[in-house]
């Protein structure tokens, strides 16, 4: 299946169906008064996380979602049908916007959260409403209100603890492949990843954490060069970087500093704040070096690229081989247990939406569909 991480969709609830102005006409009763029924209220629009998918691909082709509208009321006090609700359904850590005023509505972080995005109208008034002891015969009705319309833009975030950062064919897919069950694809040649990989490393029985990995970075990825930053959102939700550093590169002439140091640039010009997590420096494919020469390899690496500065936590593995990568894992989960857990913005959204949909309350159908929410 091809994975998809962003589409763009039009979604619109269905309106309100017209109240009705009648009367009642029946033998024996020649002045029944009115009997209008309401209009139906028109179908509104659902999203819902789904553990089972893991693309957008089902938007890829289908982007106009149109609820149906309510019927109109009918006579002898009978009310409209109402329109059917439709649900759409996305994987988990699908970030929802809406394209006009690039506000957020949903970040969908839990299996089975159900978020109301397009509320359908109501329905209007039949003349029944309108009678009163001066008004034995009222003509007017109400028509139904419209239905919400958006242009949203959905965006998939995978949902992962830790990220893999790097030039192309530094090894992070094998790395990967090392400490999880991953099977990405790996080759000899640049941009072998196309796509994003998650793969869950077992540390114990009770103890697991998940890991991507994205497609390689180059020097001008902020600027469109390779395949850019576009996958740089996949690592939005993790806590912790590795940036893996190819210190045997095939070709001579590379400087790994230089590389590396490119890396972090991409990195600080698509989001200070990814820039900002904590970032460990792993140092691959040291079988490629000669043992004599490893030590000398690495300290002069660590002398150019941090300088004067704080060194971060820093591994030397062969990722190949699995050389080091069990340290790296049992560091990790430490280091993750410590951390604490990304914020959620769920709450943030709760709050908006029932503002913007407070006038539900008098709607007893709609309260218990949130009660049971």
Aim: hydrophobic share 40%.
């Amino acid at each position: 299946m091809k994975f998809i991480d962003e589409a763009k969709i039009f979604i619109a609830a269905g309106d309100g169906g017209n109240g009705n102005a009648s009367f009642r006409r029946e033998k024996y009763e020649p002045e029944g008064g009115p009997d209008g029924g309401d209009g139906g209220r028109g179908g509104s629009v659902y999203v819902v996380a789904d553990r089972n998918l893991n693309t957008l691909i089902e938007f890829r082709y289908t982007r106009k979602f149109i609820a149906p509208s309510g019927e109109k009321g009918g006579s002898s006090d009978c009310y409209g049908k109402g329109g059917k609700d439709i649900t759409l359904h996305v994987p988990v850590g699908t970030v929802i916007a809406d394209i006009n005023s690039n506000e957020i509505i949903a970040d969908l972080e839990v299996d089975g959260a159900k978020l109301l995005i397009a509320k359908g109208g109501r329905g209007g008034l039949g003349n029944i409403h309108f009678k009163s002891s001066v008004n034995r015969a009222p003509r007017q009705c109400t028509k139904g209100e419209p239905g919400e319309e958006r242009d949203l833009r959905l965006e998939l975030r995978v949902l992962a603890d830790v990220g893999l950062l790097g030039l192309p064919n530094a090894g992070k897919s094998t790395f990967i492949r090392s400490v999880s069950a991953a099977r990405p694809k790996v080759a000899d040649y640049p941009f072998t990843t196309m796509h994003p990989n998650l793969g869950v490393v077992r540390v114990s029985e009770n103890k697991s954490f998940v890991i991507a990995d994205v497609p390689g970075l180059i020097e001008g990825a902020a600027d469109g060069a390779g395949l850019g930053i576009r996958f740089l959102k996949h690592l939005a939700r993790t806590r912790v970087l590795l940036h893996i550093v190819d210190l045997a590169p095939p070709d001579p002439e590379a400087d790994p500093v230089h590389d590396a140091r490119a890396i972090v640039q991409e990195l600080e010009k698509y989001d200070p704040e990814l820039a900002a997590k904590p970032r460990w420096l792993i140092l691959n494919k040291l079988d490629l070096i000669p043992e004599e020469d490893r030590e000398q390899r690495v300290a002069d690496f660590l002398r150019a690229y941090y300088g004067d500065a704080e060194q971060a936590p820093t591994f030397r593995v062969s990722a190949i081989s699995g050389e080091g990568c069990k340290d790296v894992v049992y560091k990790l989960q430490d280091a993750l247990e410590k951390l604490a857990p990304p914020p959620t913005m769920a709450s943030l959204f709760n709050v908006a939406i029932n503002a913007h949909f407070a006038d539900d309350a008098a709607d007893p159908e709609i309260t218990e569909e949130k009660a049971e929410k």
